[in-house]
């Protein structure tokens, strides 16, 4: 018999703290594993952060200070489960994003220019991009 383990992963960028200590103790309760990504790893592909792929750093990944979250292969009920534990806990992190098959291919400063938009977007109460 085969058996095929499904990785569910949170990375974290720039979370600190007792903050830090809250995520990873939701994600461990949930069964979930976590990584902290160091600056260094900024220029890596998330996919090859996640371990999916090694290619090697694509660049110099420039560097951010905001926190934030991405997500990678938890179910919708799941990341329900794991966002409604961090507001709980006041461990929110206003920017976050799940796994899709396009921001894989984003490095982090990729992935923290788009949703930073997005969220800036929503919060001035307009869409990012067109939706049709």
Not at 21 to 45: A, N, P, Q, T, W
Not at 70 to 77: A, V
Not at 88 to 114: D, G, P
Request: proline content about 0%; charged content about 30%; some cysteine.
């Amino acid at each position: 018999m085969l058996w095929v383990i499904i990785m569910k992963k949170v990375l974290l960028y720039n979370i600190r703290d007792k903050k830090s200590i809250d995520i990873k103790m939701i994600c461990h309760r949930l069964h979930i594993s976590f990584e902290d990504v160091c600056e260094e790893r900024y220029g890596y592909k998330l996919s090859e952060i996640l371990g999916l792929t090694s290619e090697g750093a694509q660049g110099k990944g420039e560097s951010f200070s905001d926190e934030m979250l991405y997500i990678y292969n938890l179910t919708d009920y799941e990341i329900d489960k794991f966002l409604t534990q961090l507001r709980r806990r006041k461990a929110a992190v206003a920017l976050k994003a799940a796994a899709t098959e396009t921001n894989l291919n984003y490095n982090s400063y990729e992935l923290y220019k788009e949703i930073s938009s997005e969220h800036k977007a929503m919060q001035n109460g307009k869409a990012l991009h067109n939706q049709t």
